[in-house]
């Protein structure tokens, strides 16, 4: 049960502060959503260094593994909102804002987890 608790509060807070970037940056003129991809990748980053400073000579308990990775990355980063995204630039016809954003968020999303690695080495 405690470890639930520990995953509700991290993911509660990710989730907060995804929904204010995603206030903040997100363009209604131009429909590109800069808040999802930038949490997206800070969240892939997040996630890469937390990892890697748990598997780093048990640098985190499991407890705080759970806060910051399972619950607070976990809510920060969102595919379903990204997959929603896509949809929206899909059926309006806006297929290069659709490449460019679905290409980048993979490409630049897997390159975060790796320096976020790299970094804690």
């Known amino acids: 049960m405690k470890q639930l608790i520990i995953v509700f509060i991290g993911g509660g807070f990710g989730s907060t502060l995804r929904y204010l970037i995603g206030k903040w ?4 003129e131009t429909g590109i959503p800069y808040g999802t ?7 892939s980053l997040l996630i890469g260094i937390i990892l890697g400073l748990a598997a ?6 499991q407890n705080q593994t759970l806060l910051l990775a399972t619950g607070f990355c ?7 909102t990204f997959a929603y995204e896509n949809h929206v630039f899909l059926k309006s016809g ?4 659709f490449a460019i954003y679905t290409i980048a968020s993979f490409i630049v999303g897997f390159l975060a987890v790796f320096l976020g690695m790299y970094w804690v080495k």
């Open 94 to 97: 806006d297929f290069m804002n």
């Open 56 to 61: 780093k000579n048990d640098s985190l308990t």
């Open 37 to 43: 991809f930038a949490a997206n990748i800070l969240g």
């Open 74 to 80: 976990g809510g920060f980063t969102t595919f379903s």
């Open 25 to 28: 940056l997100n363009s209604s």
